[in-house]
């Protein structure tokens, strides 16, 4: 069975431009979670997707932004880069209806110069 | 608003040694706690839960909820536990959104 995939697995991007990430949960998985990963900061929550709609969001500005499509893979946005926007964007999939194990890719390493 | 610490951010032993690493948590609700692990250049994976009770790879962890603490343990280390090691709190009624601790670099040394 496949994972959690994540796309691209690395991305250089310019301060003030717009970087979007990709990810496919696993097969049968509605919720999409996104954390970032910075140096020095550990693991954050960024945004929790569930059956297409945005259920949680965490202390993030709004230029992280994304969205959840029909066949659950999901899209995350930031706008307007900033160089401490550089780090390592996790996504993570579950089933829903009381499973509790969330399921990690591998991550997009994004650097802004 | 709930936070988990892990006070040590590296954390060496000789194989064959026990270790412990620890996690503490503030959340005033009904906690599910979670340790991570992540081996060199591999993703980000589950070892275990506080309500499956299991043991897993020889490592326990018991849920203090006196002390409010969640440390993993295993008696006797080896090698291929060296890895990076998060805490995860899930919040109730949304389990799997975690709030993780900063991680603790467990190398075991031969």
């Known amino acids: 069975e496949a994972g959690v995939t994540q796309s691209p697995t690395h991305l250089i991007k310019t301060r003030g431009q717009q970087a979007t990430l990709r990810c496919s949960p696993i097969s049968g998985h509605t919720s999409v979670y996104w954390y970032q990963q910075a140096l020095g900061l550990g693991l954050q929550f960024l945004l929790w997707y569930d059956e297409g709609e945005e259920r949680n969001r965490g202390n993030f500005p709004p230029r992280f932004s994304g969205r959840q499509f029909p066949n659950y893979s999901s899209e995350l946005n930031v706008n307007a880069l900033e160089l401490e926007d550089s780090a390592l964007y996790l996504c993570?999939?579950?089933?829903?209806?009381?499973?509790?194990?969330?399921?990690f890719g591998q991550g997009t390493r994004l650097t802004v110069v | 608003a709930q936070r988990v610490t892990q006070p040590e951010k590296l954390l060496s032993v000789f194989k064959g040694a026990p270790v412990e690493l620890k996690c503490n948590y503030s959340?005033?609700?009904?906690?599910?706690l979670f340790w991570y692990v992540q081996y060199s250049r591999q993703r980000l994976q589950l070892l275990l839960r506080h309500i499956s009770r299991e043991s897993i790879k020889g490592f326990t962890a018991d849920l203090n909820k006196g002390e409010t603490s969640f440390h993993l343990k295993k008696p006797f280390a080896q090698e291929e536990d060296s890895a990076m090691y998060y805490c995860a709190l899930g919040l109730s009624g949304s389990a799997r959104q975690l709030t993780f601790g900063s991680g603790t670099q467990l190398t075991v040394l031969p």
């Open positions: 993570a999939s579950s089933a829903t209806g009381g499973a509790t194990e969330a399921f």
């Open positions: 959340y005033s609700g009904s906690p599910e």
